[in-house]
């Protein structure tokens, strides 16, 4: 049987969702009978979505929202993929200074229109960034946070391996 491809689209201004996403890519991409593609959100498109057999999402939230390169992957892909990739699952990851959740929503609402179904709820890491220039600065995410997003791809992986999902 040929290898089941787990899509993980991500976006990071400053390495924190980066490093979420290889860490969930790394863990996935150790369970056989999957293959990972790790892609930015700027060079992804509906043919990518497409071609994969199940989704992570891994953006900041921005100003309340999913960042501005992800809503622009979403915007391109949403109408081309609209019908043709019921049913697959997905994840969510978000890199947060403090909040998250509307980021988490925004992906949801898309997802739901799609008529994807997760697999678990939407991962939150926050960074605590809390003035400007913690915010601007390069982000180190705690290795016990590294290990949840690990976990999050192995667990999808495994399922999407097994055909649970
Ligand atoms: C323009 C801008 C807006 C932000 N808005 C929010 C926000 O609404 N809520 C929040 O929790 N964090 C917010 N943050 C903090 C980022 O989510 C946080 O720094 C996160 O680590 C960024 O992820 P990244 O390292 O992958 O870019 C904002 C950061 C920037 C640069």
């Known amino acids: 049987m040929s290898a089941k491809i787990l899509l993980i689209i991500h976006h990071s201004l400053t390495g924190g969702t980066r490093q979420m996403a290889q860490a969930a890519a790394a863990a996935a991409q150790a369970e056989e009978g999957v293959q990972v593609r ?3 959100a700027g060079q992804a ?4 979505l497409l071609a994969a057999d199940g989704y992570v999402f891994a953006t900041p939230e921005n100003l309340a929202a999913v960042s501005g390169v992800m809503k622009d992957f979403f915007d391109r892909s949403y109408y081309g993929a609209l019908d043709r990739i019921n049913g697959r699952p997905y994840a ?6 403090s909040d998250g959740h509307n980021a988490a929503r925004q992906i949801a609402r898309i997802a ?3 008529r994807l ?3 678990a709820e939407p991962l939150i890491v926050c960074t605590h960034a809390q003035t400007p220039e ?3 600065a390069p982000k180190q995410i705690d290795a ?9 791809g192995q667990a999808f992986a495994a399922g999407l391996a097994l055909g649970v999902f």
Not at 144 to 152: D, N, P
């Open 38 to 40: 790790l892609l930015e």
């Open 45 to 48: 498109g509906p043919e990518d």
């Open 92 to 97: 969510t990851l978000i890199c947060a200074g």
């Open 112 to 114: 739901t229109g799609w």
């Open 117 to 119: 179904q997760p697999v």
């Open 134 to 136: 913690a915010i601007l």
């Open 144 to 152: 016990a946070e590294l290990e949840r997003c690990r976990e999050l």
